[in-house]
């Protein structure tokens, strides 16, 4: 045989045996290709290391090199077909465990405080209220003056102030969101503002240095208690259910006179008294009251023409009581396992 023959049937077998490896589906047929391929006995490989030995001395170097590339090529596509094959006969085998619990995908989920919000601002919009919002660094006279506060009264007291300046102030309440809307918009004005407030307090089981409010106003011609109390009543009904019952107790806030604090039966003991509502069977839920002729008269209002009512809640109290968290540090704390609990 000439260099250039045995060559050619190198090159012959190189084009043959991927095919031929491929072609194999069971194990058994597998065995057989690699006898055929590169068995010791019968193996092409092996004719052809015989058919070597017989070249002229001059050609065997190019021709050895090239029938051991091609045996080793040969030979990883073989091992690479039987690992393919063996884990195709493993994976029959074993047959899927139906009752095995999927993996879930990761949610992100909204703050139970944020859910509280836009049910509220949900429930306000069906009634046509519209969103307003202010600034959370807030001058000190749309905090306080403008709201009826008294210059250096013990009202102010009401609120521990972090001041950013002079006439500078972290808003303690969203009422400064009411002056703000009444000088831009004429009557009729119906708005929802939500936002966060800031106070000098320390973290404890019922108080947040901040925290999220959500502020009501109504303001046009002719506007009365009774729509601040039916009103809020409706509100209680959606919000807490049909069954809820609601009642306003007297209060005191500068910017609005009457003052009033509305309670809602406590949803978790209907009444009977838990440690939810404090064994007294009724839960606070906001402070409101008919918006003082001053504060429109701050805001370039003709108090004479127009009436309106305001009310404030505390959206994070709401979801404590809603879910029965005993400490409103678990809802600002931002761990996952807490959270995690209110994906809906
Ligand atoms: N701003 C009051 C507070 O922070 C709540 C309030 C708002 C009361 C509007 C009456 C009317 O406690």
């Given amino acids: 045989m000439t260099l250039s023959e045995f060559l050619a049937s190198v090159e012959q077998l190189a084009a043959d045996a991927p095919a031929q490896i491929a072609a194999t589906a069971t194990l058994d047929e597998w065995t057989a290709v690699r006898t055929a391929l590169v068995g010791r006995q019968a193996g092409r490989i092996t004719d ?3 058919g070597l030995a017989a070249l002229p001395k ?3 170097r190019e021709a050895g090199q090239r029938v051991n590339a091609v045996k080793a090529t040969i030979e990883a596509a073989l091992d690479a077909r039987q690992a393919a094959l063996e884990a195709a006969a493993q994976g ?3 047959p899927l465990d139906r009752s095995m619990p999927g993996r879930a995908h990761w949610r992100g989920a909204v703050h139970p405080v944020s859910q509280v919000i836009d049910e509220v601002v949900e429930i306000f919009r069906e009634l046509g209220f519209t969103i307003a919002l202010g600034p959370e660094a807030e001058g000190a006279w749309y905090n306080f003056g403008a709201l009826n506060f008294p210059a250096d009264h013990p009202a102010m007291d009401m609120h521990d102030t972090l001041y950013l300046g002079a006439d500078q ?3 303690t309440h969203t009422s400064p969101v009411q002056v703000r809307t009444l000088q831009q918009y004429p009557p009729p004005v119906r708005i929802l503002a939500p936002g966060n407030v800031y106070r000098r307090d320390f973290f404890d089981p019922s108080h947040a240095p901040m925290f999220a409010q959500v502020e009501g106003l109504v303001v046009d011609e002719g506007v009365t208690f009774a729509d601040l109390k039916a009103t809020l009543s409706h509100f209680a009904r959606r919000f ?10 007297p209060s005191f806030f500068p910017f609005t006179e009457p003052s009033a604090e509305m309670d ?7 009444g009977a008294g838990c440690g939810v509502c404090k064994q007294s069977g009724w839960i606070e839920i906001l402070g409101a009251g008919m918006v003082h002729p001053a504060v429109l008269e701050a805001a370039g209002l003709d108090s004479e023409t127009y009436t309106g009512w305001a009310f404030g809640m505390g959206p994070a109290r709401t979801a404590l009581s809603r879910h029965g968290i005993p400490d409103i ?3 600002y704390d931002s761990d996952v396992r807490v959270l995690d609990q209110f994906v809906s």
């Fill in 169 to 171: 102030v972290l808003r």
């Fill in 48 to 50: 052809l290391m015989t």
């Fill in 92 to 94: 029959a085998s074993t």
């Fill in 240 to 249: 807490f259910g049909a069954e809820t019952t609601t009642r306003f107790r």
């Fill in 58 to 60: 001059e050609a065997k």
């Fill in 264 to 270: 809602v039966r406590c949803g978790v003991c209907r």
């Fill in 329 to 331: 540090r678990i809802l």
